[in-house]
């Protein structure tokens, strides 16, 4: 019986088991190894890590758990969990393993769609990203064109403001924009184009131009989509677990979910970051070693 079985070892899974392990639990960390910014060259804007390969960061991260006793690592993804009781759960992984835990934390991040335009894995995670956070600053300053195919990330067209001044909307065929959002979008000096995109054409990752089905050719080096994420796990729901308005998995401060027992911890909780996924991760394995050495104490 493990004290604590963590399902992803991204930041948010890797940050939870050195926190609980820390603690005396005994922890088993699950990972399939496909994180969702494996496609990127470098991550920025994690303090002592700026500029690392996705791949780097994982390998950096899971020497330092290698250090403790009380975690274990294994490759493998996990297909079903069950409740057997209160703080009592059976998991069974891909390779067949069936493992019994205490408390279980869900750090299996976002699958995320790119628009529907040919060819745009080529180009994403290299010259076209979807966070301004994470790449804003190589592409500051720079002709920028953002393909979005729906309203509902409108608020990345004014994030894009703030790193260039000639910014090109694409809306690759699909025709959403309101005349409200059509004149927001002319007194901010944004052009728009409702075309479907043909084609996106440049080597090696490095954009160069796109093409329009009415055949109009637009030069960009770079820019940005907007994808559409999915929760990676069917077992939320059978599980009962709450899911806010946003559609994310909603937690106390400490990460724990309304089924005591099971905690969250980064993307899956919302799309975020490296920094804040570790972070949430860290409290997650606080609030574990809290709650439990709350359950065990004697207080009469
Ligand atoms: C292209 C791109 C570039 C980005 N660049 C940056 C950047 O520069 N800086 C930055 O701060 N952030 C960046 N991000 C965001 C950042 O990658 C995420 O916020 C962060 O990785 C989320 O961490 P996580 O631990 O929640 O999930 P992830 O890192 O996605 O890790 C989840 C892990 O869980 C595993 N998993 C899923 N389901 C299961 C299962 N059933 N069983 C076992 N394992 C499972 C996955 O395989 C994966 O390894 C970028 C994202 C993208 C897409």
Request: glycine share 10%; charged share 20%; proline share 3%.
């Amino acid at each position: 019986m493990f004290d604590v079985v963590i399902i992803g070892g991204g930041p948010a899974g890797m940050s939870a088991a050195p926190s609980s392990g820390r603690g005396k639990m005994k922890v088993l960390l699950i990972d399939e190894e496909k994180p969702r910014n494996a496609v990127t060259r470098e991550s920025h804007g994690f303090l002592t890590r700026d500029g690392i390969t996705p791949d780097k960061f994982r390998e950096v991260g899971r020497s330092d758990l290698q250090k403790y006793p009380t975690i274990t690592i294994q490759n493998d993804r996990v297909q079903s969990i069950n409740q057997l009781g209160e703080h009592s759960f059976k998991l069974v992984t891909l390779t067949g393993r069936t493992v019994h835990t205490k408390n279980i934390v869900l750090a299996t991040g976002l699958k995320e769609t790119l628009p529907d335009v040919k060819n745009i894995e080529q180009f994403y995670g290299n010259s076209i990203f979807s966070c301004p956070f994470c790449d804003g600053w190589e592409m500051k300053d720079r002709s920028l064109v953002l393909i979005m195919e729906n309203t509902q990330a409108f608020h990345l067209v004014k994030l894009l403001k703030n790193w260039t001044d000639d910014l090109v909307l694409a809306t690759n065929g699909q025709y959403w924009l309101d005349d409200q959002q059509k004149e927001i979008l002319e007194l901010n000096n944004i052009s728009i184009i409702e075309e479907k995109i043909s084609s996106l054409n440049g080597d090696d990752g490095e954009l160069r131009s796109l093409t329009f089905e009415g055949g109009k050719e637009l030069e960009r080096t770079s820019g940005f989509c907007a994808t559409h994420l999915d929760n990676t796990l069917p077992f939320i729901n059978e599980l009962g677990i709450e899911i806010g308005e946003s559609g994310y998995i909603t937690t106390n401060m400490m990460g724990q979910t309304n089924i005591p027992g099971i905690y969250a911890a980064g993307d899956i909780k919302g799309p975020s970051q490296l920094m804040v996924s570790a972070s949430q991760g860290h409290m997650v394995g606080m609030g574990i070693i809290a709650n439990s050495s709350e359950a065990q104490f004697i207080t009469k």
